[in-house]
T-cell receptor
Framework: DGGITQSPKYLFRKEGQNVTLSCEQN?????MYWYRQDPGQGLRLIYY???????QKGDIAEGYSVSREKKESFPLTVTSAQKNPTAFYLC??????????????FGSGTRLTVV | KQEVTQIPAALSVPEGENLVLNCSFT??????LQWFRQDPGKGLTSLLL?????REQTSGRLNASLDKSSGRSTLYIAASQPGDSATYLC??????????FGQGTRLTINP
């Protein structure tokens, strides 16, 4: 079955540590996205990529980094510069021209907690 | 800057009732609007996608409408069931191929 796989489901980070969240899709989608969800704030866009080897900052990119070396993969690194990383992280994908397709597909999320 | 608002923030109704969730957006220049469902601690499940040229979409007991000129969408749920309890999110896609989300409506269906 086609879909998006996020791992791990739960992740714990110590102060000053970098951690990487995995996102893999087998939908042959061109575009991939990372969102952060906090209680009472809805989903906010961190980074997005519309093509391999290219990505753009979203609304809250500070303290995060991404790479897009393969069409299927869009890992997100939460660096030590992100001062409040505890949140639920969601990865999504879509075909390049969403208005021709089925919209956005989301993964099941990674819950990151600072310990 | 596009802003999306969902009203009400929470809604509790008895089983079997028909209900309407509202979504409004400030910039009518959108490509599409998508309704999602989110269960606690889970990812988002797509319910309905309405392209900007369409007025409504239906899937089973769900019907979503779109009025671009007034910046409004509604999600109608018929004959609600306890399994419909979840948070419902609407999101619009405008320029730069990015989704902008509302904060959601938390729906509880009481048996």
């Amino acid at each position: 079955d086609g879909g998006i796989t996020q791992s791990p489901k739960y992740l714990f980070r110590k102060e000053g540590q970098n951690v990487t969240l995995s996102c893999e899709q087998n939908l042959n989608h061109d575009a991939m996205y990372w969102y952060r969800q906090d209680p009472g704030q809805g989903l906010r866009l961190i980074y997005y990529s519309q093509i391999v080897n290219d990505f753009q900052k979203g609304d809250i990119a500070e303290g995060y980094s991404v790479s897009r070396e393969k069409k299927e993969s869009f890992p997100l690194t939460v660096t030590s510069a992100q001062k409040n990383p505890t949140a639920f992280y969601l990865c999504a994908s879509s075909i390049k021209r969403v208005r021709d397709g089925d919209g956005y597909t989301f993964g099941s999320g990674t819950r990151l907690t600072v310990v | 800057k596009q802003e999306v608002t969902q009203i009400p923030a929470a809604l509790s109704v008895p089983e079997g009732e028909n209900l309407v969730l509202n979504c409004s957006f400030t910039d009518s220049a959108i490509y599409n609007l998508q309704w999602f469902r989110q269960d606690p601690g889970k990812g988002l499940t797509s319910l309905l996608l309405i392209q900007s040229s369409q007025r409504e979409q239906t899937s089973g007991r769900l019907n979503a409408s779109l009025d671009k000129s007034s910046g409004r969408s509604t999600l109608y749920i018929a004959a609600s069931q306890p399994g419909d309890s979840a948070t419902y999110l609407c999101a619009v896609e405008g320029g730069a191929q990015k989704l902008v989300f509302g904060q959601g409506t938390r729906l509880t269906i009481n048996p």
